[in-house]
């Protein structure tokens, strides 16, 4: 072998990025002899506190960690999610769903949206929401799972994530990190010890002036880059001028309004504001371009927009959107805001951190630290970054909003090029591309082009194989039977309670 297996893992931070690895690590590595994984973290410092909507990907992390689902949404307080409602982002006074899953069915071997913008010509205006199980149950307020084995049910064609409390995420996963062997270190970090002649970090030491030494550390010390940017110097490549929003005002209310499984996105004239509800309160917060509106204005337009009380001080944010130019430098390995942001309006900050840790053991080194792996490590995380940047932009790109200063930026920005090309394919002949296993399905890139309201000039030829009165037929089958099965769905909170999975009344935050 070159060079020794790795044994000692430093992690610096106990936020959502520190924890995920620790149980993500310590599972997969438990066995490995004289291995030792400690986490230093700063109850002085604290952590960002937000980040409380997923994406489906997160059911393969709780499977590795071998999650019973039932304990974890009860006791994160969560709640399911089915997909994102945008309002208002392609115009005042309209919505659409990106869903989790597929929509329709696939037919004459081409994929469904071909007929539906087929249909579309022909008279059937339905837009694509109610040919989706999830966006249709999503609105309804209903939620079951999956059923994968029975490809004839439309809740084969359904899929899910969660809505959590960050903080009580970070905690579950710090009983399960420390019950697998991770030694927590509390104190701050004050220096940062480096081996004289390459560079790579030996030991971190905190302000009682002990040491923590390790062979690999994972930076996890959120905004603050302390290993990566600080003491490596890593540059952070800079993408606001595709991304302008860096600021963000956070603040939890009291339950009202839907109780849909949905995360909420709403439009405001220089960002967005997000709706996230929770079993015991809702999560809301206001993503904005401080270019375009003050701190004062954009706090004053969040609480103004509440469905319930809020009752705790709101929580400022700053960011830029980007990362640092590698990833991985020496021994030390960036993990979540460390290594980079990108605003959370398609809720990816939290599968980052998995993807990493995921990508982190298949390429797990040994005290040789092969540069070939690790330049392969910085370049795929490096494209799935940019993968999320195009599929971000294209939300402000596509708008016909032009109703202030900072959504006329925004849609006339010349967009990234990949962005660009899968934009010039759609709008020509309806084909939505996906680059190689790009996080985002063909049925996100669908949904947000056509809920932006872009309409192509064509649609694949075999469509039109389907007479007209039989695609409008069908159309309108496909739409009967998803909205059959929606409404035979127990809704969200009945759900909850038949799981076992409800929390107590008393837990909830009511006005
Ligand atoms: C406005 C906003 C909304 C978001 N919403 C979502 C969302 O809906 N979905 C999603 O997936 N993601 C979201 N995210 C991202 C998500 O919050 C983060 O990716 C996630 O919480 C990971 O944060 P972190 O652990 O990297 O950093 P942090 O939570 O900041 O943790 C950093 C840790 O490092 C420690 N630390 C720092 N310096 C030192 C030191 N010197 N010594 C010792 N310890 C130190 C701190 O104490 C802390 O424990 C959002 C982010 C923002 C800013």
Redesign the pocket.
Known sequence: MNGEPVRKIVI???????WMAAAGISKILGGFPGLSIQL????A??????????IPQILSFNNLLEIDENEFVRETHATYKLGIEFVDWLRPGHSYVHPFGTYGLDMLGIEFHHFWLRGLETGAQEPLDPYSIAAAAGKAGKFYWPQLNNPRSPLSKLSYAFQFD?SRYAAFLRRRAEAQGVVRRE????QVHQNGKTGFVEAVELEDGSRIEGELFLD?????S?LIGQTLGVPFEDWSKWLPCDR?V?VPCTLAGDREPL?RSTARPAGWQ?R?PLQHRIGN?H?YSSAHIGEDEATDLLLANLDGEPFAQPNH?R?TAGHRERFWEKNVVA????GG?L??LE???????QSSIARLMAFFPTTAFGEQEVRRFNRETTREYVDIRDFLVLHYKATERDDSEFWRYCRNLPPPDGLAEKLAIYEGSGRVLREHEELFTETSWLSVMAGQGIKPKGYHPVAAMLDEEETTRRLAHIRQVVAQAVSQMPTQDDFLQQQGSAIAASERVTA
């Open positions: 610096v931070g106990g936020g959502t990025a520190g230093v973290e700063s109850e410092i604290g952590t960002v506190g937000v980040g409380e909507a997923t960050a104190g701050r970090v004050v996890c010390s959120g905004f603050r302390l963000a956070a995360t997000w996230i917060g993503v944010l960011f993990l979540g805001l460390a942001f605003e959370p809720s990816t900050a939290i599968h980052l951190v």
